[in-house]
């Protein structure tokens, strides 16, 4: 199976910035309890601002649309829904906070800078099992994986500001 990395197309110039979204999932956000409660976020200010499917950041945000698709392939995710605010033009947009589970898939073939830092990402396909979105563990960045099919299904469909980086994945003999 084929994964990829999935983040922010920077080539979007005016996507939204929500503001504080870090803080409020580090002090309100508990991974075991469903709250079906959103929590709101406003937005910095801009002369446009284009609502991307995927923002990036410590924990991402996606949109509905992308929210349908990533539970049709992972039930379990979690997920809670954020209210993007824009004051200035009274608009709303519902998003989700998404926080994948953690998976311990780093190929001893990784590559580290002395900072700890990535510099080679190498995955063992063998320790994903059957899950399709995730983060990988033991590493400084924060780096969310999705499966070949889900990248195929969010390709097929027009959603907007995604990049999808294939990641190398360690060979083994016989494959």
Do not use: H
């Amino acid at each position: 199976m084929e994964y990829f990395i999935i983040c922010q197309d920077k080539r979007v110039l005016n996507s939204v910035e929500p503001i504080g979204v870090s803080k409020e999932i580090d002090k309100n956000i508990d991974t075991k309890v469903e709250d079906e409660m959103p929590v709101q976020f406003y937005i910095k200010e801009k002369k446009e601002n284009e609502y991307v499917d995927y923002i990036e950041g410590q924990t991402p945000l996606i949109s509905d649309k992308l929210k349908y698709i990533f539970e049709k392939f992972q039930e379990d995710i979690f997920l809670k829904p954020a209210v993007l605010a824009d004051i200035k033009r009274m608009r709303q947009d519902l998003y989700w906070i998404m926080i994948p589970q953690a998976v311990e898939c780093l190929s001893p073939k990784a590559e580290f800078n002395k900072d700890g830092t990535l510099k080679r990402l190498v995955i063992d396909e063998t320790k994903i099992g059957f899950t399709k979105i995730f983060k990988v563990d033991g590493i400084l960045e924060n780096f969310i994986m999705i499966s070949l099919d889900l990248a195929e299904s969010i390709l097929r469909r027009d959603f907007t500001g995604i990049k999808l980086e294939r990641v190398e994945k360690e060979v083994r003999k016989g494959e």
